[in-house]
């Protein structure tokens, strides 16, 4: 079991935000990053919550903005490792007043260990974050430490045990569901970079080709080139949209769908209401919050798809019934940590039961939805057995109407290896490790039998 770094404890009073004025080139970019950073460890801020608030991002040019999200992605995705490093630097632990300053550090020492920044603007630079009005008597501290970073840092680094950058409850639990060597596999999937994947409304090739991007066995375009997702090629035509490959999995396993009445539960942002609507469906995606409801329907504009938009909790609304079901429930989202490196550090084990019974309601009010002879699809965007698999048969035991329809390796090119003994898919972060990696999902088919 892997040590966890040594911590001295906060102070019950929250820190002040850092607020500082860029005077030096590329300070502005670091400073915003300091902010949203500061607002994630220590307000419990999701990392697109506080990037969204921080409004001089939008000030910036592209290539600033993508830095910024570079810089604290990075962090994230090390923040156990590189806690562990900079504790080890410093005899007498951070200064319990100093939560500025353990950002400037982390910005720092990312910066020297991962990113193509020369060492001497990453010390440089994370100095002048510390030089505050409230921390400049640490700006001594940071330029130490991270100078020592420069010089002992990447071997300092190379012995520390990488399971540190997921919190202990989480790599426990996966260590105890998949086994030494897949966990380890899921941990360092976790820490990479996530390519960008995107389902065309037709003629995905010919669109993979015009993006210089890979298409992968089941059709989704991988693009591997960095850039602004609405400035590539087929955005504005709306011929395509973002959607991680395995996300695109569950509504698939529907099948033919065309001229059928579908519902879509918990919908918003609306990539699977759009591939449905796309294979012909009659949709009415539900979701409960009228924000990403709207958000939905944009998209399906700039798609130039039709669907039924409802904001509503699916919990308790008494649509249908319908030929199918599809319902993605809200979950932990342990799957998606690639794409949210900040999720492993504000998840607690207690959200994983709240969400268990969440779901077990939804899939109750599903039941309900489906026609006799129709399809539900539950899936979730989780590694955790409890919203997955045992959902699934606590479901079949309370519902014995319905029956699991096993999926086969034929509706799962190049992801063969997600399906389990029982016929559901088990989607895990380091499958398709070699084209990249994708996020974690389970999903299940059933069909109501009366």
Not at 213 to 226: F, S
Not at 312 to 334: I, K, S
Not at 366 to 377: C, M, Q
Not at 396 to 405: D, E, M
Request: glycine share 6%; with cysteine.
């Amino acid at each position: 079991m892997p040590k966890e770094p040594r911590r001295q404890k906060r102070p019950p009073r929250k820190p002040a935000a850092p607020t500082y004025n860029p005077d030096a080139p590329g300070l502005a970019a670091r400073r915003i990053a300091a902010q949203v950073l500061f607002a994630v460890l220590y307000r419990q801020r999701t990392f697109d919550e506080a990037l969204e608030a921080a409004a001089d991002v939008k000030t910036l040019p592209d290539r600033d903005r993508a830095l910024v999200r570079m810089l604290i992605a990075t962090v994230l995705r090390r923040l156990g490792t590189l806690r562990s490093l900079i504790d080890g630097l410093v005899e007498k632990g951070l200064p319990r007043d100093a939560a500025q300053v353990e950002v400037a550090l982390l910005l720092g020492a990312a910066q020297i260990l991962f990113l193509d920044v020369p060492d001497h603007a990453a010390v440089d630079l994370s100095v002048r974050l510390a030089t505050g009005p409230r921390n400049a008597r640490y700006a001594g501290l940071v330029n130490a430490v991270l100078r020592r970073v420069t010089r002992e840092g990447r071997e300092r680094y190379a012995a520390i045990d990488s399971a540190l950058d997921t919190p202990e409850w989480l790599r426990d639990r996966w260590r105890a569901n998949y086994g030494e060597a897949i966990s380890a596999a899921i941990m360092q999937a976790h820490r990479t970079e996530p390519p960008l994947d995107l389902t065309a409304r037709s003629d995905a090739a010919t669109w993979a080709e015009k993006l210089g991007a890979v298409l992968l066995p089941n059709g989704t375009i991988r693009v591997t080139t960095g850039g602004n997702i609405t400035s590539l090629p087929g955005f504005n035509e709306g011929a395509w949209w973002v959607q991680d490959v395995a996300a695109s999995v569950p509504a698939r396993l529907l099948g033919d769908v065309a001229d059928r009445h579908v519902a879509d539960l918990c919908a918003a942002p609306g990539g699977k209401t759009a591939q449905l609507a796309n294979a012909g469906a009659n949709v009415v995606a539900v979701d409960r919050s009228a924000k990403r409801i709207e958000r939905l329907r944009d998209n399906l504009s700039r798609l130039s798809l039709q669907a039924e938009t409802v904001a509503a909790d699916a919990a308790e609304w008494n649509g249908g019934p319908f030929d199918a079901v599809l319902l993605d429930a809200p979950c932990t989202a342990t799957g998606t940590i690639r794409r949210h490196p900040d999720l492993p550090w504000q998840k607690q084990p207690a959200d994983l039961a709240a969400l268990a019974d969440l779901q077990s309601r939804l899939l109750d009010r599903a039941a309900t939805l489906t026609k006799p002879g129709g399809l539900l699809v539950y899936a979730t965007c989780s590694l955790e057995p409890e919203e997955g698999e045992s959902q699934i048969e606590s479901f079949l035991a309370r519902h014995p109407n319905f029956a699991l329809v096993p999926v086969v390796p034929a509706e799962l090119p190049g992801l063969e290896a997600a399906l389990t003994a029982r016929g559901v898919l088990r989607i895990l972060p380091c499958h398709l490790a070699e084209q990249g990696g994708c996020d974690g999902f389970f999903a299940a088919r059933l069909r109501r039998n009366a």
